[in-house]
């Protein structure tokens, strides 16, 4: 008799598998991922202005919907995608197979990396072909962005997977995760400059990821000399780096303790 | 060995007493279907030896192993083990092929895709998408991804709802060839004839208890219950119960001088037996 396939391998199918589906679904590969462009289209044309020297509103805007892209991709796509799977008893046929949880995990990890990458390099080109969005110069501004872009993309998927057990039903979930995210893009600064916000909206933005994400991005996309117009005066990667561990480590702890394989 | 040992097995949710008791084996190489009206505890018991559920009570050997530790992590019990659930479905956007052939990547020894894929009578939509197939199709497809792994136990949860009568019985058919390869197969169903034309034996489960198991010719005393002659004597149709309905029908050929109006000789069917013992009379 053959040996059963090891988990990382069927993990790596069950990625190609994912892709295949979600290339399919029309619907969703326009909202995942020509969305952000278009808000960036949008953002673009209507504020020309220059917020401060040598920043346009554009390129505050990219760092945000780069930081909000993670989000989108993460934590809205698996909060809405894994309880219809749930509700349609896809999960629980799975758990009744050699499969193991882990195949399944890593499937959704290599789905959300593919599409992030996707988004984040549309957004990329687009600012810099259409809104004179510049590329960061420094090797030290790019390892913040990879940093940020896997600490912020595992973050994210876990806490997908940890929120999935919230939606009651598959048909609610989005109605229970989107309006979470656009408030959250709100008081975390993607939309508007954060510092303009009013201070209980920043306090409560603090506390979530996406803030310091987003705060994460603009030190990589922004001249330094913006950092003094930031809240704490300083960019604050620390800080953004042990907020999002902390984050990572609810995730992974919900979405391993806590993760629902059937309806009931 | 047998490949379903069950004694004692209780599950409650809250106060409701869902499994109350039940003693159950299966042989290797047997077909068992388990019939019972809805809430009778068929679900429940089967879900617990899938491992998906937990027991209150009781003793459970499926393979030789208990599914309750089996069930969460063991692949190896997985993977010599076919499940067809009750209802599943999912958004659909692969083709019939391209989903087993997936699912036959999970397990150590699988069956031929294209050979699976023929024996549901799938052979027409190996390419579609499957939110194109119908009812019944998607059902056959269920039945396909249940069996790709070569299982030596499948569990089939009300596999033939929804069918129509002519897919049914390809169905059946499907269900001899897996019985010729050595298969032991656990069935739940609606459908007394599905019972009948299928399984070696049955268990009949009503209040979370079984009553009775029988192969379906004895269940309830079926085989030597009292035939019922009738016939037409005149203007009027007469019937009699009898042990012995054969000299009955003699003593009627004499009585007519050949051929007897309108004559019939019944047993009860398996449904008048099964409804009478979960308690339905038929009028």
């Not at chain 2, 499994?19 to 019939?35: H, M």
């Not at chain 2, 068929?42 to 309750?68: A, C, M, N, W, Y």
């Not at chain 2, 169905?171 to 599905?194: M, P, Q, S, V």
Request: with cysteine.
């Amino acid at each position: 008799m053959n040996k059963i396939p090891n988990a990382i391998t069927l993990g790596i199918r069950r990625g190609g598998l994912e892709i295949r589906q979600f290339a399919r679904q029309r619907e969703s590969v326009v909202f995942t991922l020509l969305f952000p462009v278009i808000l960036l289209i949008i953002f673009g044309s209507v504020f020309k202005d220059t917020i401060a020297p040598g920043v346009t509103f554009s390129q505050y805007f990219v760092a945000g919907m780069i930081a909000s892209g993670l989000v989108n991709t993460g934590f809205q796509a698996l909060a809405i995608t894994i309880p219809l799977e749930r509700d349609f008893g896809a999960l629980k046929r799975l758990r009744g197979t050699p499969m193991p949880a882990s195949s399944y995990f890593i499937g959704k990890v290599i789905l959300v990396s593919v599409s992030m990458v996707i988004q984040i390099l549309m957004l990329l080109g687009f600012g810099l072909i259409f809104f004179g969005v510049e590329m960061p110069t420094e090797i030290n501004k790019w390892i913040t962005f990879t940093w940020l872009l896997l600490l912020g993309s595992a973050c994210s998927t876990s806490l997908g997977i940890a929120f999935s057990i919230v939606p009651k039903s598959g048909r609610g979930a989005s109605a229970v995760v989107s309006p979470i995210v656009i408030i959250l893009q709100f008081f975390s600064g993607v939309f508007l400059i954060f510092t303009q916000l009013p201070p209980w909206m920043q306090q409560i933005a603090a506390i979530f990821p996406l803030k310091w994400l987003t705060q994460g991005m603009r030190s990589v996309f922004l001249p330094d000399s913006f950092a003094g117009q930031e809240v704490a005066k300083s960019w604050e990667n620390g800080r953004t780096f042990t907020i999002l561990i902390a984050w990572l480590v609810i995730g992974i702890f919900f979405s391993v303790r806590k993760f629902k394989w059937d309806r009931d | 060995m047998n490949a379903i040992e069950v004694t004692g097995l209780r599950k409650s949710y809250g106060q409701v007493h869902a499994v109350r008791g039940i003693d159950l084996s299966i042989a290797t190489g047997e077909i068992f279907a388990l019939l019972g009206p809805n809430g009778a505890g068929k679900t429940t018991t089967v879900e617990i030896l899938e491992g998906f559920r937990r027991r209150d009570s009781g003793d459970v050997q499926v393979l030789g192993f208990d599914p309750h530790n089996e069930g969460r992590a063991g692949r190896e019990w997985r993977n010599r083990i076919g499940i067809v659930l009750q209802s599943t479905s999912d958004s659909g956007d692969l083709t019939v092929f391209e989903t087993i052939d997936h699912f036959s990547g999970y397990y150590s020894n699988p069956r031929n895709v294209a050979e699976v894929i023929n024996s549901v009578g799938l052979d027409e939509k190996a390419g579609s998408l499957i939110r194109k197939l119908s009812g019944g199709q998607r059902r056959r497809l269920d039945v396909a991804l249940g069996i790709i792994g070569n299982p030596e136990l499948l569990f089939l949860d009300e596999p033939t709802t929804g069918f129509d009568p002519e897919a049914r019985r390809s169905f059946w058919a499907l269900i001899e060839k897996l019985r010729g390869n050595g298969t032991t197969i656990l069935l739940t169903t609606h459908y007394l004839d599905e019972a009948e034309a299928l399984a070696d034996r049955v268990g009949v489960i009503n209040n979370g208890q079984i009553i009775e198991i029988s192969t379906p010719a004895e269940l309830g005393g079926r085989s030597t219950a009292q035939a019922l002659v009738t016939w037409r004597d005149g203007d009027a149709m007469k019937s009699e119960a009898t042990d012995n309905p054969t000299s009955l029908v003699k003593k009627l050929t004499a009585q007519f001088d050949g051929e007897i109006p309108e004559l019939t000789v019944t047993r009860p069917s398996l449904e008048d037996i099964y409804l009478t013992m979960i308690g339905i009379s038929r009028e």
